[in-house]
């Protein structure tokens, strides 16, 4: 069984911060997260500086993927949307994830063009057509130990109570964890962990501006969750800090006022691991594999 999946049915909730990119990744690790969250519509704000609207791809995701992956040792949940297509297409996005790193790997009801679970205007697939999707993940993965999400988007186009019912549906047909999208108030995410909790575990989404009520990790565990996300915080914060770094700069033509919100360029190359990098390649260099003449 892997780590994650005794972490997630164990009694403490697993905190997963959102990335989109190795860097963050890096933090992550450096902070003692057990695993993080590879966020779609965080590597749409920050690649591209366009919304989640299904903008971007399968090819895109699995690239940034990849290089987390080779940086990293934590888990990587990694958000595939609706699996780029129908059920041929998840089989194809699970492959391709699975052989990249993902331990995770999430897909959602909505039907194309996507957008994100907190923005109206919502569109689903049917309940079976889902559930194809999550028997062709299950059965592409090459490895138990990668586990497949279910994420339903429901509550804002049929309610909860049909939502509830897709995401039983979406039990029985294996997924390994659940993810019931912006529920509206803690009662409802109460309904949704009595309902949905006893068997599998279930995913809480915080959004910050969102429509879920935003709470604590442990409170979300009170609650009966067994996984929470931050997917477009460590966005919002880095948008937060270059307003206030180029407004800096423009006001005073140096970085001098900033420095202390900032890495200088040893620590800098400390953190990526430069020196080891360095020594590594001196190992190889050519003048230590010169024949004698």
Request: charged share 25%.
């Amino acid at each position: 069984m892997s780590k994650l999946r005794e972490q997630l049915h164990g009694t403490e909730i697993v905190v997963a911060p959102g990335i989109y990119d190795a860097f963050g990744a890096l933090m992550v690790e450096r902070a003692g997260f057990p695993a993080a969250y590879l966020s779609g519509a965080s590597i749409a704000y920050t690649r591209y500086g366009r919304p989640d609207l299904g903008l971007v791809g399968m090819d895109e995701v699995a690239a940034v993927l990849s290089a987390i992956g080779e940086r990293v040792e934590i888990p990587l949940i990694v958000d595939a949307d609706t699996g780029y297509g129908n059920a041929l297409n998840v089989i194809r996005t699970v492959k391709l994830f699975e052989r990249n790193g993902a331990g995770v790997i999430q897909l959602e009801d909505q039907s194309l063009p996507k957008r994100c679970g907190h923005l109206a205007g919502k569109t689903l697939v049917s309940g079976s057509e889902m559930v194809g999707k999550i028997k062709a993940a299950l059965d592409a993965r090459q490895s138990e130990n990668t586990l497949i999400m279910a994420r339903t988007d429901a509550i804002a186009v049929e309610g909860l109570e049909p939502t509830l019912e897709r995401a039983e549906r979406y039990r029985e047909a294996g997924a390994d964890i659940l993810f019931v999208e912006a529920p509206q108030t803690v009662d409802d995410m109460r309904t949704v962990t009595a309902r949905l909790g006893k068997d599998v575990p279930l995913l809480a989404n915080m959004v910050e501006g969102g429509k879920t009520p935003l709470l604590p990790a442990s409170e979300l565990q009170e609650v009966g969750y067994s996984l929470v996300i931050f997917p477009g915080g460590l966005a919002r914060a880095v948008g937060h800090l270059m307003g206030r770094y180029f407004a800096s700069l423009q006001t005073h033509g140096d970085t001098a006022q900033f420095r202390g919100q900032m890495i200088d360029f040893d620590e800098m190359n400390a953190l990526i691991g430069t020196p080891e990098m360095l020594a590594a390649g001196d190992r190889y260099d050519a003048g230590k594999f010169e024949a004698n003449d």
